[in-house]
Antibody, heavy 115, light 107 residues
């Protein structure tokens, strides 16, 4: 069974750094792109970017280029989404997804940024 | 970037009725890279349709997708109570864009 299990909810202050994770299981982790999707409170879905764990190739949507870093550790089948300096506007639910067609979704990680 | 526009914004129907949801692209996206997703409150979205017309694993056959180029439709042939949710289309080719969503609500 394909599963994407994300790390737990986070509460952070503006300016702090954060790295959330997504562990894949039940399939060949290095053979599928892993992406991240943002959903701000009460809003729609936005693709942030993808990584191909097999060779670490990454692609970012223009709105998120330079704002976040997507990485992966294929030895533990885990992808990451990282911020160096959080803003209040980063408050959102973040989902990891498998494949460019987003065929499997993680359960989501709620990130709250508030002073 | 390609913009996906979904209509209507909200669709009010009764169980048993047929639902047609539209997704229009600002330029041609072919037919291979268009997906439809369902999101219920408090849940992660799930894939319903990929490549415009192929049902994902485990999706009931009352869900169907059609279209190519710039115009796509998700049809639910006979609404069940669990189908009332928000639906998104998504292009995953040259860009990665979601439509703004259609809320399907009970009339």
């Amino acid at each position: 069974e394909v599963q994407l299990v994300q790390s737990g909810a986070e509460v952070k202050k503006p300016g702090e750094s954060l790295k959330i994770s997504c562990k894949g299981s039940g399939y060949s982790f290095t053979s599928y792109w892993i992406g991240w999707v943002r959903q701000m409170p009460g809003k729609g879905l936005e693709c942030m970017g993808f990584i191909y764990p097999g060779d670490s190739e990454t692609m970012y949507s223009p709105s998120f280029q330079g704002q976040v870093t997507i990485s992966a550790d294929k030895s533990i089948s885990t992808a990451y989404l990282q911020w160096n300096s959080l803003k209040a506007s980063d408050t959102a639910m973040y989902y990891c997804v498998r494949g460019r067609d987003l065929d499997y979704w993680g359960q989501g990680t709620l990130v709250t940024v508030s002073s | 970037d390609i913009v996906l526009t979904q209509s209507p914004g909200t669709l009010s129907l009764s169980p048993g009725e047929r639902a047609s949801l539209s997704c229009r692209a600002s330029q041609s996206v072919g037919s291979r890279y268009l997906g439809w997703y369902q999101q219920k409150p408090g849940q992660a979205p799930r894939l319903l349709i990929y490549a415009a017309s192929s049902r994902a694993a485990g999706i009931p056959d009352r869900f169907s997708g059609s279209g190519s180029g710039t115009d796509f439709t998700l049809t639910i042939s006979r609404l069940e109570p669990e189908d009332f949710a928000v639906y998104y289309c998504h292009h995953y080719g040259s860009s990665y864009t979601f439509g703004q969503g259609t809320k399907l609500e009970i009339k």
